[in-house]
């Protein structure tokens, strides 16, 4: 695991393939587009207290998490859990275990007490 970089916006590949298989019934499917791709590459260069790490298997990005200052409520003393997703050929592989474990690392770290 590492931290992420405007490099990984491919990971919106990622994001897609999580959410098509982990919401299928519920909601509807998504698509990689360009204008998503840009949504995360700016995500990913957001300053703090927003923070992003990736996931790695083999030096191969399969998921990622990202953190920062609650939208909804905007709190600035609420933290939030952005997102998080594995690749869903990785699930149940403890990639998810280790960004959720990080994502409340930090979380504490950068002074939220909720989240």
């Known amino acids: ?14 994001y ?9 019934g519920f909601f ?4 990689v587009s360009n204008g998503l ?5 700016e995500a990913l ?10 996931a790695t298997r083999a030096e191969k990005v399969v998921g990622f998490a990202g953190t920062g200052t609650s939208r909804d409520p905007v ?3 609420l933290g939030e859990l952005d997102t998080i997703a594995v690749d869903p050929p990785c699930w149940r592989t403890g990639r998810g275990r280790l960004l959720m474990d990080s994502a409340v690392d930090h979380l504490c770290r950068d002074g939220f007490e909720e989240a």
């Open 28 to 31: 509807p499917s998504r698509e």
């Open 45 to 54: 260069t957001a300053a703090p207290p927003s923070r992003w790490w990736v």
């Open 16 to 24: 897609v393939s999580s959410w098509n298989e982990g919401f299928a």
């Open 37 to 41: 791709e840009a949504r995360w590459a």
């Open 75 to 77: 709190d600035p003393n």
């Open 1 to 14: 695991m590492r931290p992420a970089t405007s490099l990984d916006a491919k990971i919106t590949q990622i």
